[in-house]
Nanobody, 123 residues
Framework: QVQLVESGGGLVQAGGSLRLSCAAS????????MGWFRQAPGKEREFVSG????????YSADSVKGRFTITRDNAKNTVFLQMNSLNAEDTAVYYC????????????????WGQGTQVTVSS
């Protein structure tokens, strides 16, 4: 069992930055791939970024490539999402999720979810 708690969301102006954190409790965090997803009002939840269990491979949606960076610190059981050059289209609730070993882009593949953190970008 893995419990996930996101933090770091908030209100930021367009062009600004935020860093989201996802703290995991439970066993063997380092064996889990982690993903970030987001859901904007009236839209389906979508994949943002993922990182494999060792952190050697990362994946990002085209909409955030070059702006968002996912990293992890296995010693601290935490995964991060650094978000730069934010725009209004990034406004959403951001969720972290966990599954064994390899990250995927499909939310159906993930077994554990946090409750989300709100990111609002003002234009």
């Amino acid at each position: 069992q893995v419990q996930l708690v996101e933090s770091g969301g908030g209100l930021v102006q367009a062009g600004g930055s935020l860093r989201l954190s996802c703290a995991a409790s439970g066993r063997a965090f380092s064996t889990y791939a982690m993903g970030w997803f987001r859901q904007a009002p009236g839209k389906e939840r979508e994949f943002v970024s993922g990182i494999n269990w060792m952190g050697a491979s990362t994946y990002s949606a085209d909409s955030v490539k070059g702006r968002f960076t996912i990293t992890r610190d296995n010693a601290k059981n935490t995964v991060f999402l650094q978000m730069n050059s934010l725009n209004a289209e990034d406004t959403a609730v951001y969720y972290c999720a966990a599954r064994k070993f390899s990250a995927t882009m499909s939310e159906r593949d993930y077994d554990y979810w946090g409750q989300g953190t709100q990111v609002t970008v003002s234009s």
